[in-house]
């Protein structure tokens, strides 16, 4: 009878962890490197391991296999769902000890907490911006290569980003889920809200402009007169509904 000590019998010598096999292994061992060997077909992206590259498929896919059951939104892994999750309570458990800034999980935190450090270890050849993550980065170079994948079946606006588009097409879909903590109106965009409570801004400087940096923490930057003045001049560009009920999105390629 084999022994259940040998079951785990790959050991990485970087971090101690025991693998039952050795296609496992090796993929764990890419952990600890910056290569990433498997690609995925349809847009190119790479992975570490192929389990992960299974995981992003999936959000090529028209369907999702994990939904919400409170808005219907899908998503291609359960952790993604277990997030989104939370923004329907509110509930931000990654909290920064040195901001008062939150978080809906740990690798956010994460991330967040290079940018106290004042370290920008990216900086862009095109325009010169520095950056404190690789992964802030990938997507600031994104903007500059001008690529749009991904658009809009309904009114044709393409977007460069997958979550650009998602928000984009709750315009089309009717969902509202930014209410306003003043009045009884909610918006289908951050950028909606953030417009509107402008208004309430007038009435009561001091909450409104807190609640907007809540939603948009690039507004904490207008300084102490912002109450009254530069708060209530944030850029918001929008794209103009269409008179349609519900949309499909697709990737282009």
């Excluded at 291609?76 to 309570?89: G, S, V």
């Excluded at 800034?101 to 862009?124: F, M, N, P, V, W």
């Amino acid at each position: 009878m084999r022994s259940h000590v040998d079951e785990k019998q790959y050991e990485c010598e970087e971090c101690g962890k025991r693998l039952k096999h050795l296609r496992n292994y090796k993929e764990h061992m890419l952990t600890h490197t910056n290569v990433k060997p498997h690609q995925c077909s349809i847009c190119g992206r790479f992975y570490r391991t192929t389990s992960s590259l299974a995981v992003h498929k999936r959000t090529h896919a028209e369907k999702k296999p994990y939904n919400c059951d409170q808005c219907g939104r899908g998503y291609a892994a359960f952790d993604h769902l277990r997030r989104h999750k939370l923004t329907h309570t509110g509930e931000r458990p990654y909290a920064c000890d040195q901001c008062d800034k939150a978080y809906y999980d740990s690798s956010s935190l994460r991330q967040h907490k290079i940018s106290h450090t004042g370290k920008k270890a990216y900086t862009c050849e095109i325009c010169g911006v520095g950056l404190s993550q690789k992964s802030g980065y990938k997507k600031h170079m994104l903007v500059h290569s001008g690529v749009k994948p991904f658009k809009c079946e309904v009114c044709g606006h393409a977007f460069t980003f997958s979550s650009n588009l998602n928000a984009h097409a709750r315009l089309h879909s009717g969902e509202k889920p930014f209410k306003c903590e003043f009045c009884v109106k909610a918006f289908p965009t951050k950028k909606r809200l953030v417009s509107h409570l402008r208004v309430h801004n007038k009435e009561s400087p001091v909450t409104a402009t807190a609640a907007i940096q809540s939603i948009n923490p690039q507004s904490r930057q207008v300084g102490a007169e912002g109450a009254s003045g530069s708060a209530t001049n944030l850029h918001i560009t929008e794209v103009p509904e269409q008179p349609v009920s519900t949309s499909k999105v697709v990737m282009v390629l």
